[in-house]
């Protein structure tokens, strides 16, 4: 389901940054691929990645990846049921600039049996400009994204490196890891219509039929819903405004309209809820459940979206899984 592709996207590589060591040409033309020796690494939490773990990062609690709080710099590694030429389609100089990201380098790589891209962006954010190299990989089935971040102010130090290591990452289809859920840092409980479908980076997708869709595949289109957290601190003052611009943000969309907002408290912290209508990109009419959930330092994300035909139903179902949001004991 296109769907979950886009969302894929939002919450990985689009948001942070990654890339590979070899060689880079500007713009997007492409450069021949360069030959990678065998890495060794460690595996990334949650993931069936391994990579080289660069100095002074550490694994992180609150995704798949690495972080090095002294230089607000991450390496996030991202898995996504998605085809690799479609996962990577928007990977242009139009398609990272609708998304706040200036192209800097674009080339071809292959990363370990796969063949993907080594691009290197930049972009603002909290009012700092980030540097990002971003690699991505993958085949018919399946597409990795490697995305490192650090501030443009740390270039010297880190570019060089962060590019060496994502470059690093190792896919191996036949490892089996542990169900990726134990390593969300909350619980929630499912519905009659919404299972447990899978876990991209940190965040929980839930559907109808309690499988991540294959390319094509229609089964669970009529709802999906999914809940993740922010990748770092972010204290928000307006938490109503704030709430009502990640509305706006929702992956392929457009013609919304707001049916109700409130203050409400969930999993017993503040939180903001919003109600909508709006239609996708193939004139599909959808009713969209928002819940934002704000801790002291972060929030936390429950977005929920319904044909316009089963709303009625799934609304209260909607609202029973937010309900049901639990923090795990630090």
């Known amino acids: 389901m296109k769907k979950i592709v886009k969302t894929s996207l939002l919450v990985s590589a689009l948001v942070a940054g990654t890339s590979p060591a070899f060689s880079q040409s500007t713009g997007e033309s492409p450069t021949k691929p360069a030959t990678q020796a065998t890495v060794t690494g460690v595996l990334v939490r949650g993931t069936r990645v391994t990579m080289q773990q660069p100095a002074g990062f550490e694994q992180s609690k609150d995704f798949s990846g690495f972080a090095d709080a002294d230089t607000h710099s991450s390496v996030l590694v991202t898995e996504m049921p998605a085809p690799f030429a479609l996962a990577t389609a928007g990977f242009t100089t139009e398609g990272l600039a609708t998304r706040g990201m200036k192209l800097l380098s674009k080339s071809e790589a292959q990363v370990g049996e796969y063949p993907g891209l080594l691009i290197e962006v930049e972009q603002n954010g909290y009012g700092l400009l980030f540097r990002k190299w971003l690699t991505a990989f993958g085949d018919k089935d399946l597409t990795v994204v490697v995305t490192a971040s ?63 869709p294959k390319q094509g595949d229609q089964s669970d289109k009529r709802s999906v819903f999914v809940v993740g957290k922010a990748l770092g601190s972010l204290p928000i003052s307006d938490r109503a405004t704030f709430t009502k611009a990640r509305l706006y943000k929702t992956e392929g969309i457009k013609d919304v309209e707001i049916i109700s907002e409130n203050d409400v408290t969930t999993g017993g912290l503040a939180a903001r809820e919003i109600i909508a209508k709006a239609s996708e990109k193939d004139g599909r009419q959808v009713t969209i459940f928002l819940n934002m959930i704000f801790p002291t330092d972060t929030y936390f994300i429950m977005q929920g979206i319904a044909d316009a035909a089963v709303s009625e139903s799934m609304l209260p179902q909607f609202r029973a899984v937010a309900n049901s949001f639990k923090l795990k004991a630090q």
């Open 150 to 212: 650090f501030p443009a102010t740390e270039a010297d130090s880190l570019s060089a490196k962060l590019k060496a290591a994502v470059l690093t990452a190792r896919y191996n289809k036949q490892l089996k890891i542990a169900d990726p859920v134990e390593n969300l840092p909350f619980t929630i409980s499912g519905s009659t219509d919404l299972k447990v479908a899978g876990v991209i980076q940190n965040t929980l997708v839930m559907n109808a039929t309690g499988a991540m």
